[in-house]
T-cell receptor, first 115, second 116 residues
Framework: DTGVSQDPRHKITKRGQNVTFRCDPI?????LYWYRQTLGQGPEFLTY????????KSRLLSDRFSAERPKGSFSTLEIQRTEQGDSAMYLC?????????????FGPGTRLLVL | AQKVTQAQTEISVVEKEDVTLDCVYE???????LFWYKQPPSGELVFLIR??????QNEISGRYSWNFQKSTSSFNFTITASQVVDSAVYFC?????????????FGQGTRLTINP
């Protein structure tokens, strides 16, 4: 199986600009998660999709953030009007099967730097 | 609320030494799942192990072993005969089941450096 892929791997942007990240999950994985990891910390949950439905969003996801998963395949995470506090690694994970036996497989992440 | 504590921020040992990474968790769920992930410098989180709360049997995989003790809410990870390639940040995580998803709650991670 091809693993989870994310694009771009790195993004540098100026404060106030919009950015969009893409995640391609492992083929046929119906669940997709987004996490954010700041320097020196563990990843924190942002949002979750079951197929194309976004079922849960963390309070960390302000109204400047939006995520989609059209057709239940790849997902995009958009940040509008970026702020320096948005600088972080954005990780995507996918999984499938019985929830009780779930293992989330992570992509390489997109490292965002907001100047 | 779910919480995972990895008290060791950084550990540095010489190659071939054994090293144990501690993980303590808090949860009110009766059924839960614990994980260890490895994050090398490339940034990708690599899955190492998944343990169910009802299975307290310890597990060994090559040089890696895991000690799960429900009584002390701990899930420690030991690397035997460490190698330079083991250098990475290691995360312990606890699943939080909400709305059909298994949200992972991560500890802060332990940066392990194996010196030649």
């Amino acid at each position: 199986d091809t693993g989870v892929s994310q694009d771009p791997r790195h993004k540098i942007t100026k404060r106030g600009q919009n950015v969009t990240f893409r995640c391609d999950p492992i083929s046929e994985h119906n669940r997709l998660y987004w996490y954010r990891q700041t320097l020196g910390q563990g990843p924190e949950f942002l949002t979750y999709f079951q197929n194309e439905a976004q079922l849960e969003k963390s309070r960390l996801l302000s109204d400047r953030f939006s995520a989609e998963r059209p057709k239940g395949s790849f997902s995009t995470l958009e940040i509008q009007r970026t702020e320096q506090g948005d600088s972080a690694m954005y990780l995507c994970a996918s999984s499938s099967g019985i929830l009780a036996q779930e293992t989330q497989y992570f992509g390489p992440g997109t490292r965002l730097l907001v100047l | 609320a779910q919480k995972v504590t990895q008290a060791q921020t950084e550990i540095s040992v010489v190659e071939k030494e054994d090293v144990t990474l501690d993980c303590v968790y808090e949860t009110r769920d009766t059924t839960y799942y614990l994980f260890w992930y490895k994050q090398p410098p490339s940034g990708e989180l690599v899955f190492l192990i998944r343990r169910n709360s009802f299975d307290e049997q310890n597990e060994i995989s090559g040089r890696y072993s895991w000690n799960f003790q429900k009584s002390t809410s701990s899930f420690n990870f030991t690397i035997t005969a460490s190698q330079v390639v083991d250098s990475a940040v290691y995360f312990c995580a606890l699943s939080e089941r909400r709305q059909g998803a298994q949200k992972l709650v991560f500890g802060q991670g332990t940066r392990l450096t194996i010196n030649p």
